[in-house]
């Protein structure tokens, strides 16, 4: 939020107040002071005046000449004060909501670029100004996610249909025969069909609050036990180390659903040994933090760059552009991760030194469970 000067709307406006009445009181004053005088010693040297009572009657008169004075003098120049204020206000506070109406209409009408300058009118302005303007860079976010996500699940699509199509008007034609090699290849695209909408609809659901939770308290070594477990022979296959990092003893049990998490850490570490060169290492390890208890998988593979490391866990966003879909995985396993691991009242962030030095995922779970496990 922006630093803001001068105080706010309502300590403006008070101070407008306050000076329309200064300028009446000091109006009067210096009229008091200057035409009272004067009136006074008019009515008192009035020519035929010789008698106490006729200067006392002129006295008075002089007195209430030189108060009508004063007072009409004072009470129109805080008129016109008033005025020049209240004119300045009503320009400055229409030209802030003008410029808000109009940035808005531009929303509305799908232009989420547009941005409201700041008004200085007070903090109530700049925190309404400050919060249309992350509104709409919400938006203009999420429309160039949904943008990409349409042309990525297009992409994603188009290579096993065309596939599937090419095959079977091939076998319609009696081009191609149906041999186990072809039907071994239909069946791989069919799958990878059914694996991207079982993504898809796995995010959709995590990330709506619709994902089911079944809470159990689990020491955090039993966790990284399964997960270690559970890629053992892939880790071998790939010709990598995989290492379990026994955490401290002390370490208290975690609010987790058992089955969800070792989905999370399965892909994290499918992820870790997708992109660590044969002759790596991949370790998984916990450590006590001050939010709660951090899960971590860490790799000596190929790195992420620092421009990546935000994005990572964005749907279909992969740092190596160049990886083709088959070995890159569908781009969703890492927002399927941040999505259920965000339902648990945690986080996960990625950390990395650059290309080559090896990358490292955090999850970060807290002891106690939520006040929300399931929707």
């Given at each position: 939020?922006?630093v803001?000067r001068?105080?706010g709307l309502?300590?403006?406006?008070?101070?407008?107040?306050?000076l329309?009445?200064?300028?009446?009181?000091?109006?009067?004053?210096?009229?008091?002071?200057?035409?009272?005088?004067?009136?006074?010693?008019?009515?008192?040297?009035?020519?035929?005046?010789?008698?106490?009572?006729?200067?006392?009657?002129?006295?008075?008169?002089?007195?209430?000449?030189?108060?009508?004075?004063?007072?009409?003098i004072?009470?129109?120049?805080?008129?016109?004060?008033a005025?020049?204020v209240?004119?300045?206000l009503?320009?400055?506070?229409?030209?802030?909501?003008?410029?808000?109406?109009a940035a808005?209409?531009q929303?509305?009408g799908?232009?989420?670029?547009?941005?409201?300058?700041?008004?200085?009118m007070g903090?109530?302005?700049?925190?309404?100004?400050?919060?249309?303007?992350?509104?709409?860079?919400?938006?203009?976010?999420?429309?160039?996610?949904?943008?990409?996500?349409?042309?990525?699940?297009?992409h994603?699509?188009?290579?096993?249909?065309?596939t599937?199509?090419?095959?079977l008007?091939?076998l319609?034609?009696?081009?191609t025969?149906?041999?186990?090699?072809?039907?071994?290849?239909?069946?791989?695209?069919?799958?990878?069909?059914?694996?991207?909408?079982?993504?898809?609809?796995?995010?959709?659901k995590?990330?709506?609050?619709?994902?089911?939770?079944?809470?159990?308290?689990?020491?955090?070594v039993?966790?990284l036990?399964?997960?270690?477990?559970?890629?053992?022979?892939?880790?071998?296959?790939?010709?990598?180390?995989?290492?379990?990092?026994?955490?401290?003893?002390?370490?208290?049990?975690?609010?987790?659903?058992?089955?969800?998490?070792?989905?999370?850490?399965?892909?994290?570490v499918?992820?870790?040994?997708?992109?660590t060169?044969?002759?790596?290492?991949?370790?998984?390890?916990?450590?006590?933090?001050?939010d709660?208890?951090?899960?971590?998988?860490?790799?000596?593979?190929?790195?992420?760059?620092?421009?990546?490391?935000?994005?990572?866990?964005?749907?279909f966003?992969?740092?190596?552009t160049?990886?083709?879909?088959?070995?890159?995985?569908?781009?969703?396993?890492?927002?399927?991760?941040?999505?259920?691991v965000?339902?648990?009242?945690?986080?996960?962030?990625?950390?990395?030194?650059?290309?080559?030095r090896?990358s490292?995922?955090?999850?970060t779970l807290?002891?106690?469970a939520?006040?929300?496990?399931?929707?």
């Amino acid at each position: 939020m922006s630093v803001v000067r001068g105080g706010g709307l309502a300590r403006r406006l008070l101070a407008a107040l306050a000076l329309v009445l200064a300028t009446a009181a000091l109006t009067a004053w210096l009229v008091a002071g200057a035409v009272g005088p004067y009136i006074f010693h008019d009515h008192l040297i009035y020519e035929g005046t010789r008698t106490a009572e006729e200067a006392v009657a002129h006295a008075e008169a002089a007195f209430r000449t030189a108060s009508g004075l004063a007072l009409s003098i004072a009470l129109g120049t805080a008129v016109v004060a008033a005025l020049t204020v209240s004119l300045v206000l009503t320009r400055r506070i229409g030209t802030s909501l003008a410029a808000l109406t109009a940035a808005a209409r531009q929303v509305a009408g799908g232009r989420y670029e547009a941005r409201v300058p700041t008004p200085n009118m007070g903090h109530e302005f700049e925190e309404l100004v400050d919060a249309f303007n992350q509104m709409a860079a919400r938006l203009e976010s999420s429309e160039r996610l949904r943008h990409r996500l349409l042309a990525d699940v297009a992409h994603e699509v188009r290579t096993p249909v065309a596939t599937l199509t090419a095959y079977l008007e091939g076998l319609e034609d009696g081009i191609t025969e149906l041999t186990p090699e072809t039907v071994a290849l239909l069946r791989a695209q069919g799958t990878r069909l059914t694996r991207l909408s079982e993504d898809l609809a796995a995010v959709t659901k995590a990330e709506s609050g619709e994902l089911q939770l079944a809470m159990v308290e689990t020491p955090p070594v039993e966790v990284l036990g399964l997960a270690h477990l559970a890629a053992r022979d892939r880790a071998a296959a790939a010709g990598v180390d995989l290492c379990l990092d026994k955490p401290p003893s002390a370490l208290p049990p975690i609010a987790v659903d058992p089955d969800r998490i070792a989905q999370v850490l399965g892909n994290l570490v499918d992820n870790a040994l997708r992109h660590t060169p044969a002759g790596g290492r991949v370790t998984l390890a916990a450590a006590r933090v001050r939010d709660g208890v951090a899960l971590m998988v860490a790799d000596t593979g190929e790195g992420i760059a620092a421009e990546h490391l935000p994005h990572l866990f964005e749907r279909f966003y992969r740092a190596d552009t160049a990886r083709d879909r088959h070995s890159g995985g569908s781009g969703i396993g890492l927002a399927i991760t941040k999505a259920i691991v965000e339902a648990h009242g945690g986080s996960v962030r990625a950390e990395s030194r650059g290309r080559g030095r090896g990358s490292r995922f955090v999850v970060t779970l807290p002891v106690s469970a939520p006040e929300r496990t399931a929707r």
